[in-house]
């Protein structure tokens, strides 16, 4: 089992930037991936960004803005958002897969890019 938490959401203007940080309770270098979900309001849940063993695969609309990085020393995912756009809103989940097929969620981080 991991518990993942998710910090570093809130309210920002269009144009602005964001870090959030999702703490696991255990060693993270040992997940097949860890990636950034988000569930805009009245929607489904939608890829952000994974990454599996190094290999990142980016939605096309935060391509170039969004960025995800680890510290693995501290058990820490990271998910860098620049130029944010209203259309960013939403609640903001961080996934961890293991390699056996576990698959675990954090209780999520608002996201509110207002224009």
């Known amino acids: 089992q991991v518990q993942l938490v998710e910090s570093g959401g809130g309210l920002v203007q269009a144009g602005g930037s964001l870090r959030l940080s999702c703490a696991a309770s255990r060693s993270i270098a040992s997940l097949r991936s860890m990636g950034w979900y988000r569930q805009p309001p009245g929607k489904q849940r939608e890829l952000v960004v994974t990454d599996s063993y190094g290999s990142t695969n980016y939605a096309d609309s935060v391509k170039g803005r969004f960025t995800i990085s680890r510290n693995n020393a501290q058990n820490t995912l990271y998910l860098q958002m620049n130029s944010l756009k209203p259309e960013d809103t939403g609640v903001y989940y961080c996934?961890?897969?293991?390699?056996?097929?576990?698959?675990?969620w954090g209780q999520g981080t608002q996201v509110t890019v207002s224009s």
């Open positions: 996934n961890g897969q293991s390699a056996i097929g576990g698959t675990y």
